[in-house]
């Protein structure tokens, strides 16, 4: 049975996860995690239900095998399409996390939040939990969603604060969905890399709100709870991915904030 000492395992359809792992090392520094990128599956914006479900079980496995206390869905689309699935297969066995509860507990709860808007992958907007989250906690609030599936790619393949982010970003928070917003959301967890270019968008007169830090921080609350805590020194990360080219070690490093090492693991 896993104990205080067992790792943290986590995962995301590729490097965007790396973004929640970044802020747990901060928040959480005797945490050791297992990260598992499915990069040979990305994006899983565009799949269907099934096929992410189907993906997420198989990681999950994996994960537990490596004896993890917590599994934390580090990705949206995952989270919002697999969550019920992950929990009902994990069992006893260890926790479940995703990166939308606290984000929705959060908005809901404790901001002033009236118009929110929400931006992530057609597989988490299409999916609603975000508008349905929000809204069974706190009716007051509008919510109003954006699919923005050009971001990931434009992320990944490393357009940022130039000319084409800038105009691929323009051109979706233009839209009509999101005017006259108060708040928001960066449903994917990919895009806390261009929070900054997005916040400057609005003359930083919108709360740009990316779950990294409230999950991390939830993360410890749930684990302090569960006097599950470690604070010691823990043996190092460990990142796996299913598809290895040297260009998502070199985009993985940025995600993380410092150099990692992948390694290639079929499951
Ligand atoms: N990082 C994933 C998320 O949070 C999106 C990437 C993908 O579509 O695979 O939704």
Redesign the pocket.
Known sequence: MPDINSPIGLF???V??LTVASAIRQALPGEQMIYFGDTAH?????KSKDTIINYSLQITDFLLGKGCKLILI??????SNAYKEVRDFVGEKAMVLN?IDPVVEYVANETESHNVGVI??K??INSETYPRGIQSRNPGIEVSSLATPLL?PMIEEGFIFDDISNAIVRSYLSRKELQGIDSLIL????YPIIKNQISRYFNFEVNVIDSAKIVAEKLRDVLTEKHLLRTDKHPGHEFFVSDHTEYFGIIASMFFGEKIKLDKISL
Do not use: F
């Not at 449903?187 to 990919?190: E, Q, R, S, Y």
């Open positions: 995301d359809s590729g965007g996860g990305l994006p899983y914006g565009d580090a990705c949206n689309s995952a989270s990166v992530g992958t597989a988490t990931v449903g994917c967890t990919h």
